[in-house]
Each structure stands twice: as C-alpha cells, then as structure tokens.
C-alpha cells in the first residue's frame, strides 16, 4: 500500500496533488511520501516485535538525507556501503551505534572514517579484508566489533544482477569455510567478532531461499558457540521484493518475513538485524514525468518523455518492469493505448518499455513511474549533460524539495578547464 492515489481525477501525493508539485518544481522529479516510508519502516520494525532488533535501513536504496531522517527519527538504524554513506547517516544524526558497515571493498580510509566516528559492526566479506581491518584497528588502539558475511550458496531466485547469496557472486566466505575463518578471526586483536551476516540477494519474491539460507545461519551458530566463539548477533540482510505489477501475485509480506526469522532463530538469544532498503523506500516514491512528443512510426507509437535512462534506469540496466500511469486520472472505461515509452538520450537502450499497454496520454500530460522511489535517484547520472532530477519529500498537505535541481551554470562549472589549455 502507498499513498499515491488519484482523488477528484488527478493522482495525488498523500493530500498533495501531484500536478501542484509539477507547476513548482518543473519536470522530471522524484517525489517521495513520508507516510509510506513510515508505514513501512514499521511493518518491519513491529514484525521483530518480540526480538531484540535493530532494523537497519539498506540506504544505498534512496541516500537523500531527508529520508534518512524520516527513518532515523522512527529509531531505524543504518546500513552503509561507503565513505559517503556513512557520511550521510551520520549528518542526520544516525549515532554510530546505530551503524553497520557492508560491502566487499572497504578501504582502509573508509574504516578509520567509520572507527573515529563510531560504529556497531563491520560485516566482514573475506580475509583479505579481516586483516586490514584488524590492522587499522590497532592502530587506533580500538577493538572493533564484527560479523563475517557467510555465503549460504543457495539460490535467491532473482534477476541475476542482484543475487548475491550464490558461489560464484563475490560476496561473503563460503560457509563451508566459515569455521576456519572465524577461528583466525578470534586469534586477530583489533576485533571482536560477535557474530554472522547473511544477505542472498534482491528483490526476493519467495521466503523459500530465506528459510533455506537461516537453516545454515541457525546451524553455524550452533558449531561457532560450541567452538567457543560468543555468537550474539545475527544480520539476515534485506531483499525483500515489492510487487513492481500489480497484476502479478504479490511477493511476502514484511510480516511473513519477519515471522520466518522468529521461528527460526527465535530460540537462539541471538540480537536480530535486518537491512531492508527496497521495500523501505521503492513504493515510497514515484519518478513525474512530462510527455514531449508522441511520435507515430510505422508499426509502432513512440510516448517520448522528459525523463530518461539517467534519471530511472533500472529499465535499460535490469530490464526491469515499472508501471508507468497517467497523472489526470483516465476515465472510466477509457480505451487504452500501446507504446513504446523511451526518453531523450540518445541511444536505444533509453527505452523504459516497449509495447506497453498503458492510460492514453498526450504531448504535454504528465505520468507517474510507479515504484520509483528505491534505487530510482541514487543510481542516476548526467549522462547527455541533464542535470540530476530534484526530488521532493510530501508530508500530509505540505511538500518541499530535498534536493533541487541544479542550474547549467552548476552543472558546467564542476568542469575544471586547466590554464594550459
Ligand atoms: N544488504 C546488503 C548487503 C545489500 O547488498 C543490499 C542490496 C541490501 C541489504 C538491500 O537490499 P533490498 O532490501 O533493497 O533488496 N540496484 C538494484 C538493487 C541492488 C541491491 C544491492 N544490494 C535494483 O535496482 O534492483
């Protein structure tokens, strides 16, 4: 459920209507609901009800700070990825407790940056890495606290970009070697392990390979405690998936997934994490875009928008399905059309659907990418020289931009032309 919703004939943003938003910001934009975001921060925050928990929002999926802060403020701890991450989180407030540390190729600036400013884990993801990591560690007299990242093997049924959890992605240790690596952990000072990170993938429409990978999770705890490691903490990642159609069979429910983990490691004493970033943010926000031009071809309509793989591309990059809907809201009974809706950039893969039955529009209406709202502006780029699209935060009847949309003279002057030239 989100709070996009048409009322009176015109799609709205919880009480805003969308096109208000449009007049004043311009199009494209990302447009974000505070209602939703909250909404579902507790489906999972209240679904560990019972656990001890920390729900640590996976921000790679919307950095913008003001959604941070949204989450911060509900008590949501962080997941970061980088430099940059960790530097966001913590300019909204988020203290470094709240913070854990992910990702496969963290440097050794990264982690004293993390170390100096406060963290709850590291999740380690290879040897390499623990060495470093205990190198810089004692070198700043600290006793950092870490998880290793098992890879269960098992297979996350999801597009192949974004599974994670298999042996041949670069992520985690094989559990197979998990003992091995966690005894050469204990032996290292500047860490203190205390317990195990497990993410299969992204965009999970099955609790089957969650049950499957936490089987393993909940046994190497059992074989870790009994080899004297003191397992108290467990991460099970994010990924769970959002209904992207409405017309397919709607993936778990953050209740269900929620409810899988207390069964299976409920019994264990364990401290329970989770970092979902998806299904946080990405039905919290919708990508407005303005029509251009619709161009008739041979065998085909072409719906040209403002908008363009720069601003959404999951489309060109994962084939992904968003569905793309008519901002005036079509009336009863109003046939629909077919097209191919691409955007201006200049190559073909700038398609956003080909085929697509959808509302009929004209040049100049406005329409709502659907389910935009993760991994939507933070994967953006200026590619064409467009500026990054602004993104707007809704709350009830008001509405302010979180990050405006720069000027040309900003965009070129980043550009440094050396005197020598
Ligand atoms: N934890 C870790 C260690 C991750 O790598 C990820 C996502 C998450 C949590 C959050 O997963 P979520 O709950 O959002 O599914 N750009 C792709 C998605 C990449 C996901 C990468 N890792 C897309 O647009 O579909």
């Given at each position: ?70 989450l911060a403020d509900m ?178 429910l953050p209740v269900e ?165």
């Open positions: 459920m989100d709070h996009f919703l048409y009322r009176d004939g015109v799609l709205h943003a919880e009480e805003v209507p969308v096109p208000e938003i449009a007049a004043t910001v311009g199009t494209p934009f990302y447009l974000y609901s505070r209602a939703t975001l909250e909404r579902h921060f507790r489906l999972f925050d209240e679904g560990l009800e019972g656990l001890e928990h920390l729900v640590c929002y996976a921000m790679k999926a919307n950095s913008n700070q003001a959604v941070l802060k949204v008590g949501a701890g962080m997941d970061v990825v980088s430099g940059g991450e960790y530097a966001r989180a913590r300019a909204v407030g988020v203290p470094g407790e709240r913070i854990v540390f992910s990702g496969v190729g963290k440097t050794r600036a990264e982690m004293v940056q993390a170390i100096e400013g406060g963290i709850r884990q590291f999740n380690l993801e290879s040897e390499p890495e623990m060495t470093v990591l205990n190198e810089v560690a004692v070198g700043l007299g600290a006793v950092v606290p870490v998880t290793i990242r098992v890879n269960p093997d098992v297979d996350a049924k999801t597009h192949e970009k974004i599974s994670t959890g298999k042996a041949e992605n670069k992520f985690g240790i094989p559990i197979a070697r998990a003992r091995e690596v966690y005894a050469e952990a204990a032996e290292l000072p500047g860490l203190d392990v205390i317990g195990i990170d497990c993410h299969i993938g992204s965009q999970l429409t099955d609790l089957a390979p969650y049950a499957e990978a936490f089987d393993l999770v909940v046994e190497l705890t059992g074989q870790l405690r009994a080899d004297g490691h003191d397992i108290r903490r467990l991460d099970l990642g994010g990924g769970l998936g959002i209904p992207y159609e409405r017309s397919n069979e709607a993936p778990p997934f929620c409810n899988l983990i207390k069964e299976k490691v409920g019994h264990l004493d364990v401290e329970v994490e989770i970092e979902p970033g998806r299904l946080i943010a990405g039905n919290a926000g919708v990508l407005i875009s303005k029509v251009i031009y619709v161009k008739e071809g041979e065998d085909r309509n072409f719906l040209i928008l403002d908008s363009a793989m720069n601003d959404l591309v999951r489309p060109a990059m994962y084939e992904s399905f968003h569905e793309i809907i008519a901002v005036n809201e079509p009336t009863a009974g109003a046939e629909k059309a077919r097209y191919d809706v691409v955007g201006p950039v200049c190559e073909s893969g700038d398609t956003f659907a080909k085929g697509r039955v959808m509302d009929e529009v004209a040049a100049g209406d406005f329409v709502a990418f659907r389910s935009a709202g993760a991994y939507g502006a933070v994967m953006a780029s200026e590619y064409n020289s467009r500026p990054l699209i602004p993104e707007v935060l809704v709350d009830g009847h008001q509405f302010a931009v979180i990050r405006p949309r720069p000027t040309y003279e900003e965009l070129i002057n980043r550009d440094i032309v050396p005197s020598w030239l």
